[in-house]
């Protein structure tokens, strides 16, 4: 079956840098759009950024702009959110989350990963 998997968390001090990544793996036909949300201790999950797989198109929130950039790459199935000048209230779960067309099916469906710790203290 379709799952996603995140690697790339870690213990970083602030103003450090991370790459996470996100691989699609399965009977996969189609990645329509790939997304990375987080969640902090006591907080809700919310939207980092997502990126268009077919245009490559890009969209951030304000958190990430200026700090972060997302990427893909359409041969390996992966995504990838690098993270620079990280500071402590970026710490949280990060989670992969993805509209995949499965093979043999004509619409897609949404997955999660299980997330990727990042911690950023000194």
């Known amino acids: 079956q379709v799952q996603l998997v995140e690697s790339g968390g870690d213990l970083v001090q602030p103003g450090g840098s991370l790459r996470l990544s996100c691989e699609a793996s399965?009977?996969?036909?189609?990645?329509?759009?790939m997304r990375w949300y987080r969640q902090a201790p006591g907080n809700e999950r919310v939207y980092v950024a997502q990126?268009?797989?077919?245009?490559?198109?890009?969209y951030y929130a304000d958190s990430a702009k200026g700090r972060f950039t997302i990427s893909r790459d359409n041969f390996k199935n992966t995504g990838y959110l690098q993270m620079n000048n990280l500071q402590p209230e970026d710490t949280a779960v990060y989670y992969c989350?993805?509209?995949?067309?499965?093979?043999?099916?004509?619409?897609?469906?949404?997955?999660w990963g299980r997330g990727t710790q990042v911690t950023v203290s000194s």
């Open positions: 399965g009977p996969i036909a189609r990645i329509t759009v």
């Open positions: 989350n993805a509209d995949i067309t499965p093979l043999g099916s004509d619409r897609f469906s949404e997955y």
């Open positions: 990126i268009h797989w077919g245009t490559d198109r890009e």
